[in-house]
């Protein structure tokens, strides 16, 4: 039962390079979420798709896109990486309803 | 918009000790759903539980309990003896018919021997 799986785990990259993380669910979710984890923050939303074809902002967007062609994959675009971008990301998927998150294990990522 | 706040950053106690963790939540919505997460030192998120706004009923599963209490807009979480593999971050979460799941700013425990 892989869930839900991120990669990369971890990544450097410098200020104004470009990255994708991947992330990808094998449950047939319809609703995917990213999130960004910084200390003493807890957990902020993204963007996030509740189907195919279907994306939203959350509370913090600005620096990111997202795209959702598939059910089961739900890719993070960061077009030009920046400093403040340094974070650890997480993804997530859920049945219908108020069913509960299920979370990757998490891309730390820093921007230098 | 809905918040949802976590006043207790850090919390230490011994082992066998009880500590309840506060979360405090705002909106607007009748419709919402609570839940905690833990995330321990490894950095996974792991579900505990969920709540919906219409089911005021506490629950106890072994040693973890749960008080909700509308009236107070409060979703606390009490550990009964803690032990050392109860230290970790506790997340209080809020759930929107919106899609949007917001997070407290979390609780790190620390259950020393």
């Known amino acids: 039962n892989a869930g839900v799986t991120q990669t990369p785990k971890f990544q450097v990259l410098k200020t104004g390079q470009s990255m994708t993380l991947q992330c990808a669910q094998d449950?047939?979710?319809?609703?995917m979420s990213w999130y960004r984890q910084d200390p003493g923050m807890g957990l902020r939303l993204i963007h996030y798709s509740v189907g195919a074809g279907i994306t939203d902002q959350g509370e913090v967007p600005n620096g990111y896109n997202v795209s959702r062609s598939t059910t089961e994959d739900f890719p993070l675009r960061l077009l030009s990486a920046a400093p403040s971008q340094t974070s650890v990301y997480f993804c997530?998927?859920?049945?219908?309803?108020?069913?509960?998150?299920?979370f990757g294990d998490g891309t730390r990522l820093s921007i230098l | 918009a809905q918040k949802v706040t976590q006043a207790q950053t850090e919390i230490s106690v011994v082992e066998k000790e009880d500590v309840t963790l506060d979360c405090v939540y705002e909106t607007r919505d009748t419709t919402y759903y609570l839940f905690w997460y833990k995330q321990p030192p490894s950095g996974e998120l792991v579900f505990l539980i969920r709540?919906?706004?219409?089911?005021?009923q506490n629950e106890i599963s072994g040693r973890y309990s749960w008080n909700f209490q509308k009236s107070t807009s409060s979703f606390n979480f009490t550990i009964t003896a803690s032990q050392v593999v109860d230290s970790a971050v506790y997340f209080c979460a809020l759930y929107n018919a919106g899609n949007m799941l917001t997070f407290g700013g979390g609780t790190r425990l620390m259950v020393k021997p």
């Open positions: 449950m047939n979710h319809e609703y």
């Open positions: 709540r919906n706004s219409f089911d005021e």
């Open positions: 997530a998927s859920k049945g219908g309803g108020n069913q509960p998150q299920h």
